[in-house]
């Protein structure tokens, strides 16, 4: 079966924009890297059902989103941009009809109505404030918003150390409730178990996983565990984060140790360490897990290539089956 994959990249060097591979699951190999569309610094990306992708964009020195028709990807539809920089995460609410971002230099979440050519109305604006301990933390850096199981939202500010439950109707945004991290945590993205009463909190500059319990709209801590190793005294920045459909098994990326951390959620929610591999590449910022979650595909963004791991769904270990798989500048990888 193939499984088409789509990138988003910087095109600060050689990308020209958004990319598509695929991944043939029957002879284990990624291969057929095509350009999708010409756009600048598509550096996340959310497909809609009708198959629309918004991107985040770079257009005319301005930040925003692109919208395109995968069906005719040639043409964007639409570059919705204001001045300053673009935006670090956009998502679809396929429900209430909505795309949202995060935007990490701003600090702000947007929201934007969808309309019925795809293309968007910019509405409402939140804007936080604040820093954390860390020059990393020098204001409020905004990096991710999405749904909750119970359907409010939630955002993830690395710079000031929170995280917010918030709802989001005509009015605007109106803060739900907001949970404090250990200063210095950086919180970066957030992902729920299936049940919805348990999330887990990557922090980017502890280089950790904080696993919390969600009851009302509250977050409380229940425990915090590393995705590196005691003695690693360089750099490592954690990126992305992901947990299984069956919600036995957690994935984490380090950028700097460059390796995918896997932990094993037991039956209380905490989690165990159980394997740390090199991702055989630098910088892996993005990586996903294929439809029925038997591969995962990492983007390694400053080593220009894609690494294939084939994951055992009953341990959750993960083995690397292709390497060196060039792809340019890739931060975002997305199963359609």
């Known amino acids: 079966m193939i499984e088409s994959i789509l990138l988003g990249t910087y095109t600060k060097q050689t990308s020209k924009g958004?990319?598509?591979?695929?991944?043939?699951?029957?002879?284990?190999?990624?291969?057929?890297?095509?350009?999708?569309?010409?756009?600048?610094?598509?550096?996340?990306?959310?497909?809609?059902?009708?198959?629309?992708?918004?991107?985040?964009?770079?257009?005319?020195?301005?930040?925003?989103?692109?919208?395109?028709?995968?069906?005719?990807?040639?043409?964007?539809?639409?570059?919705?941009?204001?001045?300053?920089?673009?935006?670090?995460?956009?998502?679809?609410?396929?429900?209430?009809?909505?795309?949202?971002?995060?935007?990490?230099?701003?600090?702000?979440?947007?929201?934007?109505?969808?309309?019925?050519?795809?293309?968007?109305?910019?509405?409402?604006?939140?804007?936080?404030?604040?820093?954390?301990?860390?020059?990393?933390?020098?204001?409020?850096?905004?990096?991710?918003?999405?749904?909750?199981?119970?359907?409010?939202?939630?955002?993830?500010?690395?710079?000031?150390?929170?995280v917010f439950v918030l709802d989001y109707d005509s009015t605007g945004f109106k803060i739900i409730s907001t949970f404090e991290t250990t200063p210095g945590f950086g919180p970066r993205h957030i992902v729920f178990n299936n049940t919805g009463d348990t999330a887990y909190l990557v922090g980017e500059l502890s280089s950790s996983v904080a696993v919390l319990n969600y009851k009302d709209c509250q977050l409380t801590h229940l425990q915090t565990i590393k995705t590196i190793p005691d003695d690693w005294n360089q750099h490592n920045g954690c990126a992305a984060i992901r947990i299984t459909d069956d919600s036995r098994f957690l994935y984490v990326s380090n950028r700097g140790y460059d390796s995918i951390a896997v932990f094993e959620i037991q039956a209380d929610g905490q989690l165990k360490l159980i394997q740390n591999i090199s991702v055989e590449g630098s910088f892996p910022r993005d990586f996903a897990l294929s439809h029925e979650q038997n591969f995962l595909v990492v983007g390694n963004q400053t080593t220009n290539n894609l690494s294939l791991f084939e994951r055992n769904s009953n341990d959750g270990k993960l083995e690397l089956i292709q390497k060196d798989v060039a792809a340019p500048e890739v931060v975002c990888v997305h199963f359609k």
């Not at 497909?47 to 991107?55: C, E, F, R, V």
């Open 18 to 162: 958004i990319y598509q591979i695929d991944l043939d699951t029957d002879s284990k190999q990624l291969t057929n890297l095509q350009l999708v569309t010409e756009v600048e610094n598509p550096t996340y990306l959310a497909l809609s059902k009708k198959n629309i992708l918004y991107a985040v964009d770079r257009f005319d020195n301005q930040g925003g989103l692109s919208v395109t028709d995968l069906y005719s990807p040639q043409n964007v539809l639409q570059h919705i941009v204001t001045p300053g920089t673009p935006p670090a995460y956009v998502t679809v609410d396929e429900k209430h009809q909505f795309v949202f971002d995060a935007n990490y230099h701003e600090g702000t979440l947007h929201a934007y109505s969808i309309n019925n050519d795809h293309t968007l109305t910019l509405g409402s604006t939140f804007t936080n404030t604040g820093k954390g301990p860390l020059k990393e933390q020098d204001g409020s850096h905004l990096h991710y918003v999405d749904r909750t199981p119970d359907g409010k939202l939630i955002a993830c500010d690395l710079g000031t150390d929170q």
